[in-house]
């Protein structure tokens, strides 16, 4: 029901911002929860955030906190990842995801993800 496509990854400097974003079309949006993961070459997919469909709680990974703010316009069918203080070890392909559970996001399986984007790299150069 739901298609996910991210946008606004690219190149920053270290200390620099993105904001990343991720357009749904279909019908539902509204009532799925949404989560940022990142990958990074040989390593497991990453929690990074997460919103209630309300936008009404956001969820962060510890490692990012104070760094990121999730958020999301309903109206605009599109969520958003701001990243700011950047670090080269925050070098990774974002992806976006939707679920209707949201501790099947906070827990990452990825297999049970119900909706996954293509992803948008973020490089971060030092």
């Known amino acids: 029901q739901v298609q996910l496509v991210e946008s606004g990854g690219g190149l920053v400097q270290a200390g620099g911002s993105l904001r990343l974003s991720c357009a749904a079309s279909?019908?539902?949006?509204?009532?799925?929860?949404i989560g940022w993961f990142r990958q990074a070459p040989g390593k497991g997919r990453e929690f990074v955030a997460a919103?209630?469909?309300?936008?009404?709680?956001?969820y962060y990974a510890d490692s990012m906190k104070g760094r990121v703010i999730i958020s999301r316009d309903n109206t605009k069918n599109t969520g958003y990842l701001q990243m700011n203080s950047l670090k080269p070890e925050d070098t990774a392909l974002y992806y976006c995801?939707?679920?209707?559970?949201?501790?099947?996001?906070?827990?990452?399986?990825?297999?049970?993800?119900?909706?996954w984007g293509q992803g948008t790299q973020v490089t971060v150069s030092s």
């Open positions: 995801a939707a679920d209707l559970n949201i501790m099947t996001l906070l827990s990452a399986p990825e297999k049970l993800v119900r909706y």
């Open positions: 279909g019908r539902g949006f509204s009532t799925y929860d």
């Open positions: 919103i209630r469909w309300s936008g009404s709680t956001t």
